[in-house]
T-cell receptor
Framework: DGGITQSPKYLFRKEGQNVTLSCEQN?????MYWYRQDPGQGLRLIYY???????QKGDIAEGYSVSREKKESFPLTVTSAQKNPTAFYLC????????????FGPGTRLTVT | AQSVTQLGSHVSVSEGALVLLRCNYS??????LFWYVQYPNQGLQLLLK????ATLVKGINGFEAEFKKSETSFHLTKPSAHMSDAAEYFC?????????WGAGTKLIIKP
């Protein structure tokens, strides 16, 4: 089955630790995205990548980093510099022919204490 | 800058009643408009999209939306609500290769 996988579903970390969230897709999509979701705020774009080895900052990139070494993979690192990292993180992908039709993974809920 | 406004963070309807979720957008050019649905603790799924072919757009699960340029609106409707429609619904506008999202409306279905 084609789709997007995110792991783990739940992640717990202590404050001051970096943590990496995994996102893999087998849809052969060129574009991939990371969003942060907080209650009542909709989705906010952290980073996006339209092609391998290239990515751009979204609206809230501070405290986050990404890499895009393979078409299938777009991991997100939440660094200790992110002031309020506890949130639900969603990864998405889309074909270049219709970038707005995004396919989402099931999400990772990160809790930092 | 583009923006999307969804009126009502929560909407409650009885099972079998009409569902109406409101979305207004700001756009100076013909928009790409979308509705996505998110079931609890899951990712989002595309419900329907407007791409200028027709003003009334039909989506999955019996939902439809009407594009009204004069009102800059793209409201989502369903004639008869079902318990399985309980979810959060997001309106979005496509702009500069990104989606601009509304804050979401949580649909509550009363038995």
């Amino acid at each position: 089955d084609g789709g997007i996988t995110q792991s783990p579903k739940y992640l717990f970390r202590k404050e001051g630790q970096n943590v990496t969230l995994s996102c893999e897709q087998n849809l052969n999509h060129d574009a991939m995205y990371w969003y942060r979701q907080d209650p009542g705020q909709g989705l906010r774009l952290i980073y996006y990548s339209q092609i391998v080895n290239d990515f751009q900052k979204g609206d809230i990139a501070e405290g986050y980093s990404v890499s895009r070494e393979k078409k299938e993979s777009f991991p997100l690192t939440v660094t200790s510099a992110q002031k309020n990292p506890t949130a639900f993180y969603l990864c998405a992908s889309s074909p270049q022919s219709s970038v707005y039709e995004q396919y989402f993974g099931p999400g990772t809920r990160l809790t930092v204490t | 800058a583009q923006s999307v406004t969804q009126l009502g963070s929560h909407v409650s309807v009885s099972e079998g009643a009409l569902v109406l979720l409101r979305c207004n957008y700001s756009s100076s050019v013909p928009p790409y408009l979308f509705w996505y649905v998110q079931y609890p603790n899951q990712g989002l799924q595309l419900l329907l999209k407007y791409t200028s072919a027709a003003t009334l757009v039909k989506g999955i699960n019996g939902f439809e939306a009407e594009f009204k340029k004069s009102e800059t609106s793209f409201h989502l409707t369903k004639p008869s609500a079902h318990m399985s429609d309980a979810a959060e619904y997001f309106c979005a506008v496509g702009s500069n290769y990104q989606l601009i999202w509304g804050a979401g409306t949580k649909l509550i279905i009363k038995p």
